[in-house]
């Protein structure tokens, strides 16, 4: 019996929660699509995950062979007397490569764009076209945007397109998609095929920084992403692998030799930072420049012989008055060009962060919500279910920053604290509405007798008192009505007692039925019931009491199919105070007016003894 019970509660919490469970998906989609809510909690989970980046961060290093070569602030100020004002003669650049180059660099990177010639020093841009294909290590950048006049979007050549298999079904590189090319100088462009795109998008939430692009649609041919073309080459070079195309699988990642980087659905690798204020080695420009132009007129370094041997050196923008800042992760204030070294880094490591699927999100939810409610339904302690729960979300937390630090995984973090607090609150409303009902029911167990569903003697007794104490207090008066069911054991041996008890079931509803909502009507033993009349004097409580007698005479009891019986009762009638102060004092005043209509022939209001009569009529 009790295991059937607790199968029975379980089964029923289990519903319920399920029922929560779907009431708050249907919530969440239709908060999506209404109020935006999808918006909302993915700004909140950029955020966390900013926080989850910055500690995960601390804990890696970057790759030594990359160093930055920064144009900084103080570059400008230093090398302003020699080369003027920004923007420099090319020249500058095709200084800088040969000394990198005569320092056995491995590759050269531009974060750079060398648009258009400067007038008067065409000669100077011709020099590094002239040097940039002299050495086949170094790479420049370009750029691509939506210009509407797409009739004269130039062609671009051959080489620099990327090969690309793309089996995904869900990528299709839609947002990265332009109608027109930034272009750089043609004796570039004829000099060289190490160019790569530098376009750069933005979380379009908050404007953060936190994806790299990896290929780029211009007149449906794809182009790589600079740090991808330098990576790609220098994983072939160094690792001797030799392929001819990118491939994209099923399961959205970019193959890359033996690396595997996880892509989302717009073809993005999610960046895995490195911290530290400068997670990469920093050289100033001014001191590549000046020890270019100690080299060649014989003047020693200022860097030491091979610093630079078998490194990558990225040139690009540092001073903030130059713009080339965007905001990550890590700082408000970050160069680009160290973005660029940051997704290179990523490329050659073969890491890139993953982010689990909606539906997972929503699994890890369900999952969440299960726990919580189990734990909210099986610990009666709200403090330490309410404990148990906190913990469960600080563990979930550190489990989602441990996943994000040593696996790369993001998993959500706001949907599943959301989904988990609006599972607690409201299985701890389900919970105590339950509580509820099974208070009523165990509390209706007690004072309900089982068979008639009327109140039992105990609760009468109860009320009876409470009766009393009020009639003394407003100085009133309540009547009680003891009613006995006529010949009820000859019932019971002819028909049998299931007969006997449905004659009781239905004497007491009728009973119900024929008085005031205020009124009580209890089973006080075997076919003996009471009532209390509120308010009733005696002439109305003998008034009521007629009525009731006729109205069990007059209709027929349907005790079975077929089997209609004649029902009657005898009943005895007494007033407090007037026939007795105490309770036994009344129920025996009562009970002899009920013995009385018992020897005069039933179904009848029992007489009030003489001497009362004459009472009442003073």
């Known amino acids: ?111 750079l764009m060398f648009v258009g010639n400067q007038k008067g020093f065409e000669h100077k841009d011709l020099e590094l076209a002239q040097t940039m294909a002299k050495y086949n290590n170094v790479y420049t950048s370009m750029n691509f945007d939506y210009r509407e006049n797409k009739g004269n979007a130039p062609d671009l050549p051959d080489k620099l397109k990327a090969k690309l298999e793309n089996n995904s079904k869900k990528i299709d590189f839609s947002e990265f998609r332009f109608t027109y090319a930034r272009l750089i100088l043609d004796e570039i ?183 919580v409610a189990l734990v909210v339904i099986k610990i009666r302690e709200p403090v330490i279910s309410s404990l148990i729960c906190i913990c469960g979300v600080l563990a979930y937390i550190f489990l989602a920053s441990y996943l994000l630090d040593n696996y790369l995984i993001w998993v959500g973090i706001i949907s599943q604290l959301v989904f988990m607090l609006v599972t607690f609150t409201a299985m701890y409303i389900i919970k105590y509405v339950l509580k509820s009902k099974d208070f009523e029911y165990t509390y209706k167990l007690a004072t309900t007798d089982g068979l008639t569903d009327l109140y039992n003697h105990r609760y009468f007794q109860e009320k009876l008192k409470e009766h009393m104490r009020k009639a003394d207090k407003n100085k009133t008066q309540f009547s009680l009505v003891l009613i006995d069911i006529d010949f009820f054991k000859k019932f019971n041996d002819t028909y049998g007692h299931q007969a006997g008890d449905e004659v009781l079931r239905q004497v007491g509803q009728r009973l119900k039925r024929s008085v005031k909502p205020a009124d009580l009507v209890a089973r006080y033993g075997g076919e003996e019931m009471v009532l209390i009349l509120v308010d009733a004097d005696t002439d109305n409580a003998v008034l009521i009491s ?71 009529k003073q």
Not at 338 to 358: C, F, H, M, P, Y
Not at 574 to 599: M, Q, R, V
């Open 1 to 111: 019996m009790f295991k059937n019970i607790w199968y029975k509660k379980t089964f029923r919490q289990i519903l319920y929660f399920l029922s929560t469970a779907l009431a708050v998906i249907f919530l969440w989609i239709t908060g999506q699509k209404i109020f935006n809510f999808e918006y909302l909690f993915e700004a909140y989970e950029l955020k966390t995950f900013d926080l989850r980046v910055n500690m995960a961060a601390k804990n890696r290093e970057s790759n030594s062979n990359i160093v930055i070569i920064s144009i900084d602030d103080n570059s400008l100020e230093i090398l302003q007397d020699e080369l003027g004002r920004w923007p420099w003669s090319r020249d500058v650049y095709a200084d800088a490569i040969k000394y990198l180059e005569s320092d056995n660099v491995d590759s050269i990177a531009f974060d």
């Open 189 to 371: 462009i004829q000099a060289t095929d190490k160019i790569g795109i530098i376009n750069f998008r933005r979380d379009p939430i908050d404007k953060i920084s936190r994806k790299s692009p990896t290929f780029f649609k211009y007149k449906d041919d794809y182009y790589p992403y600079l740090a991808l073309k330098l990576g790609t080459d220098y994983i072939k070079r160094r690792e001797n692998i030799d392929f001819n195309k990118y491939i994209i699988n099923e399961k959205n990642e970019l193959v890359i030799a033996n690396r595997k980087l996880p892509l989302d659905n717009t073809g993005s690798m999610i960046i895995n930072w490195y911290g530290g204020d400068e997670p990469f080695e920093y050289i100033p420009f001014w001191k590549v420049y000046k020890s270019a132009m100690n080299v060649q007129s014989g003047k020693p370094s200022l860097l030491p012989k091979d610093y630079f041997k078998d490194r990558i050196a990225w040139v690009g923008v540092t001073a903030v008055s130059l713009f080339d800042i965007k905001s990550t992760p890590l700082s408000s204030v970050y160069p680009g060009v160290e973005i660029q070294a940051t997704v290179l880094n990523n490329i050659l490591d073969g890491e890139a962060v993953k982010r689990v699927s909606k539906p997972t999100d929503l699994l890890i939810s369900l999952l969440l919500g299960f726990l």
């Open 546 to 616: 007629n009525r009731i007698c006729k109205i069990m005479s007059d209709n027929r009891f349907k005790l079975a199919e077929g089997l209609e019986v004649n029902v009657t009762i005898s009943l005895g009638v007494a007033t407090y105070p007037i026939h007795g102060k105490t309770s036994t004092e009344l129920i025996e005043f009562a009970d002899k007016g009920l013995y009385n209509a018992k020897e005069n022939g039933r179904n009848q209001v029992g007489p009030l003894p003489d001497g009362f009569k004459k009472i009442i």
